[in-house]
């Protein structure tokens, strides 16, 4: 069975993660199963389900950095 952006929210919210929580993101969501029409749109969709879990006081996190990175601190 092919996952739902309702059903997302319902695994996610039976992990405990409910309204008002803070989640941190580190995984790459275009390979946990769910895509929709296109990469952006899929992508979209996943904040709008996290941020549905969380709720308006809730907060999302993400890693913002790259490879190069590291390079700033040799």
């Not at 969501?29 to 895509?35: D, E, N, T, W």
């Not at 969380?54 to 390079?71: D, L, S």
């Amino acid at each position: 069975m092919r996952p739902t952006k309702q059903s997302i929210i319902k695994d996610i919210q039976a992990l405990g993660i409910d309204h008002g929580d803070t989640v941190h993101v580190l995984a790459d969501l275009l390979k946990v199963g769910y895509f929709e029409k296109s990469r952006e749109y899929t992508l979209r969709t996943w904040v709008d389900i996290l941020m549905e879990a969380v709720g308006e006081k809730g907060t999302i996190t993400v890693a913002a950095y790259n490879y190069g990175f590291h390079r700033i601190f040799k």
